[in-house]
């Protein structure tokens, strides 16, 4: 019997994670240097780890309340307000969740209804359109362009808004662009979300991860924002914290309670030794985020020259780990440069149109790897672009 009619449409309806077809295909294959998974290369600081280690000790193994530990919360809040100079309550308007994946999925199920259109600026990290759907909203992609280094605008957003239109979902700085949005950008997006009566789900997980002159605009900060905001973030990016599975969302306590509900009927709550190396993250893990930081930096100089040198167009990233470059001049696909990259040279990437239509003639390069692998790659990408570039 095929049991292929009985599962859910909406499941049905999504398409498997553009990213991973590529990297089963590299799991087969020997010497191969992967530019494709965004995860830090870093393993989680020490101290951060040895604090879960001491609560094992100490036998802190049980469940913590569905939103999570208040000493955690609290922190979080203290971060917001130190760098955004925005006030939350950590008793009503913070959740910790199962990563931001799971936040984001919180956040849709909470407000999308069947029908609900959902704007996203395009390209955009691969879950967005999916978790829509399962939400039973309809994704509506928005290009954004190189010309503009992928930044969202006003102008682009009204070509798509409808009466359906109910939530705006951004995610900045961007994956897998590398995009920055500036504050005054920002307050044009604020501007129309609000003269739209728009819900705003802001995901700023890589909002410590910004390079050179650019800063990072919490969008909850903004005028007016904070109380149409569903802000997520987390510890995965910054803190080297991938596996703990680790995030938050804050958001008006309304959104907050009917977030919780879900999230105690799915997860109950995030695992209480990954909340307790978070607190210690926040309270002393900056010294060595801001080193992964600066390392990263280095590595984006390195792989931004790499590009451009080999004839490829490239903007210059200012945020996340993520380089963009167009190889449009190869004559390939996105799809085709992939895959014959990867089985003629060994470097493993992503193809831009996995992040929406926009991203076609693009490929995504993570530069969370050693300068070691990225100059090896640039070499063989080099080798592989002279042959095919116009």
């Known amino acids: ?106 956040a849709l199920r909470t407000v999308v209804s069947p029908g609900d259109e959902v704007l996203i600026p395009e390209p955009c990290y691969v879950s967005y359109k999916a978790c829509v759907t399962l939400a039973g909203g309809n994704p509506i992609g928005v290009p954004t362009s190189i010309e503009n280094e992928f930044r969202i605008t006003v102008e682009d ?33 604020a501007k129309f979300a609000e003269a739209h009566d728009l819900i705003v789900i802001s995901d700023e997980i890589y909002s410590n991860l910004v390079y050179g002159d650019a800063v990072h605009t919490c969008f909850s900060a903004l005028p007016n924002m904070q109380d149409r905001t569903i802000l997520l973030n987390g510890f995965s990016k910054s803190y080297a914290m991938t596996g703990w599975r680790i995030g938050y969302a804050l958001a008006n306590p309304e959104f907050i309670s009917a977030m919780t509900k879900i999230h105690q009927y799915t997860m109950l709550c ?36 790499g590009m451009r040198n080999m004839g490829l167009e490239c903007f210059e990233p200012k945020g996340a780990f993520y380089i963009f470059p167009c190889i449009k001049n190869t004559g390939l696909s996105s799809e085709e440069f992939a895959e014959q990259l ?44 002279k042959k095919h570039i116009r």
């Open 270 to 305: 995030a695992p209480i030794t990954a909340q307790i190396a978070a607190v210690e993250a926040l309270r002393h893990g900056e010294s060595n985020m801001k080193k992964m930081v600066a390392e990263y930096d280095r590595r984006r100089h390195l792989i931004l020259d």
């Open 1 to 106: 019997m095929s049991w292929s009619k009985r599962i859910s449409p909406s499941v049905n309806a999504i398409a498997p994670s553009g990213i991973r077809r590529f990297f089963d295909i590299a799991a087969e294959m020997e010497d191969v240097i992967s530019l494709g998974v965004g995860e830090p290369d870093f393993i989680t600081p020490w101290h951060i780890r040895e604090s879960c280690v001491y609560g094992l000790e100490q036998g802190y193994t049980a469940y913590t309340a569905n939103r999570g530990l208040l000493e955690l919360r609290e922190e979080i809040v203290r971060l917001l307000l130190r760098d955004h100079q925005v006030s939350y309550d950590p008793k009503k308007e913070v959740l910790i969740t199962v990563g931001v994946s799971e936040a984001l999925d919180l």
């Open 157 to 189: 957003l009204e070509k798509h808004l409808t009466p359906k239109t109910k939530v705006l979902l951004i995610g900045y700085p961007n994956n897998p662009t590398g995009a920055v949005m500036t504050k005054e950008g920002l307050l044009e997006i």
């Open 342 to 385: 990867l089985r003629s040279e060994r470097v493993a990437l992503v193809p831009g149109n996995a992040f929406g239509e926009s991203g076609e003639g693009f490929v995504r390069c993570s530069y969370a790897t050693s300068v070691s692998k990225i100059s090896e790659a640039l070499n063989r990408i080099e080798n592989f672009v």
